[in-house]
């Protein structure tokens, strides 16, 4: 079964960078594609961004444009999360996931998860 574990997260300060990995194991013929959401405490999961595992296209979603990149390494089923620029906001538990994108980014069936990294900007 797929299986994804995340490292990276760190306390940092405000302004300051982290880089997210997360690396797969055991993924599917179906699975073509990974993302990044968080969670904060007393707040709704929110979609970060996703990649087709190829490497062929990706999306950052706005709360996170121009601060943010999302890139990956076929060789090794790993995918990292850049974040420039952080504040207080960005603080929260950061989940990678898995799934099946047949219609397109945006449209992912996301199917594992991995138990989260936490960042918290200060």
């Known amino acids: 079964h797929v299986q994804l574990v995340e490292s990276g997260g760190d306390s940092v300060q405000a302004g300051g960078s982290l880089r997210l990995s997360c690396t797969a194991s055991?993924?599917?013929?179906?699975?073509?594609?990974m993302g990044w959401f968080r969670h904060a405490p007393g707040k709704e999961r929110e979609r970060i961004a996703e990649?087709?595992?190829?490497?062929?296209?990706?999306y950052i979603y706005d709360s996170v444009k121009g601060r943010f990149t999302i890139s990956q390494d076929s060789t090794n089923n790993t995918i990292y999360l850049q974040m420039d620029n952080l504040n207080p906001t960005d603080t929260a538990m950061y989940h990678c996931t898995a799934g099946s994108a047949l219609y397109g980014l945006g449209w992912a069936d996301w199917n594992t998860w991995g138990q989260g990294t936490q960042v918290t900007v200060s």
């Open positions: 055991g993924l599917t013929p179906t699975t073509n594609v």
């Open positions: 990649i087709y595992t190829d490497g062929s296209a990706s």
